[in-house]
């Protein structure tokens, strides 16, 4: 079978990973290169960016792609895009590991908004202490609300304070309920900014905004083309099988 490429940077493009070499097919792990030390993955892998959609085509191309998974974080919608594009350009068959959005429960106090400018738009007039657990590359646009005091969550320790006067966590997921109540109580956290990722790995704080009363504002994902998802490794293990046998 052709080589498989895997794009991820997520909890669950590591159960992926775990699948493929477990089977023991030819696969290469695929890391933008965000963290200073990515979670190490049970398959050959690559760090950095393709260069575009064109770049990932003669990418698929030189390496003799036959398959790609794109197991990345429903909110990398770029590389997504590009995914799509050069595999449509190529030939090659795509398939995405989708998690389910999350969804409101009783008890959740979500508003929902499209993007993150409109989370900052939302956030209350009174000065309030904000839990921002929605990683670095989106914290800029807070900068324009300074009247709040930001907690924030990072996987990597910040070289400078990337809000000016905000509380940095330093830690990486799965969390606990427990511990997120306890980070939100120890902070006085009254609000809390989340984008809607799905899955478990960082559903913890939802849970603890519930327990606590505190309202969310929620961020939906951003709208990505028509493709072939599927929201298990199984169903991905499935699709290669029927791909092997010429179905
Ligand atoms: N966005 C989030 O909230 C979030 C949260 C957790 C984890 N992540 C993970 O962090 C990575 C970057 O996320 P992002 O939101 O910055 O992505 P993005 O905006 O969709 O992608 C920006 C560029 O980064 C490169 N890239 C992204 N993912 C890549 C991958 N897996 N392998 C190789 N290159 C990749 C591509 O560069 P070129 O155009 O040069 O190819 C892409 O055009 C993704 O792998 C994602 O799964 C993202």
Known sequence: MPRILLLGGTHEAGQMAAALAEAGLDAVYSYAGRTAAPVAAP???????????AGLATWLRDNGIGHVIDATHPFAAQISRNALAACLATGVPLIALERPAWVAQDGDRWTSVGDIALAVAALPVAPATVFLAIG??????????PEHRYV??????????????????????????????????????????????GGSG???????????GLPVIMVDRPALPDRHAVGTVAEVMAWLHDAK???
Do not use: C, W, Y
């Not at 398959?43 to 959609?53: E, N, S, V, W, Y």
């Not at 670095?136 to 609300?145: K, N, P, T």
């Not at 960082?202 to 606590?212: D, I, N, P, Q, V």
């Open 136 to 145: 670095r590359q989106s914290l800029d646009a807070f900068r324009a609300r």
């Open 245 to 247: 046998r010429g179905v």
């Open 43 to 53: 398959l050959p892998t690559r760090i950095g960016g393709f260069g575009g959609a």
């Open 202 to 212: 960082a559903s913890a704080k939802l849970g603890a905004a519930r327990a606590l």
């Open 152 to 197: 924030l969550r990072l996987v990597d320790a910040p070289e400078t304070p990337p809000l000016p006067g905000a509380a940095v966590v330093v830690d990486r997921g799965p969390f606990t309920e427990a511990g997120d109540i306890a980070l939100m109580q120890r902070h006085g956290v009254q609000l809390v900014v989340a984008k809607n990722a």
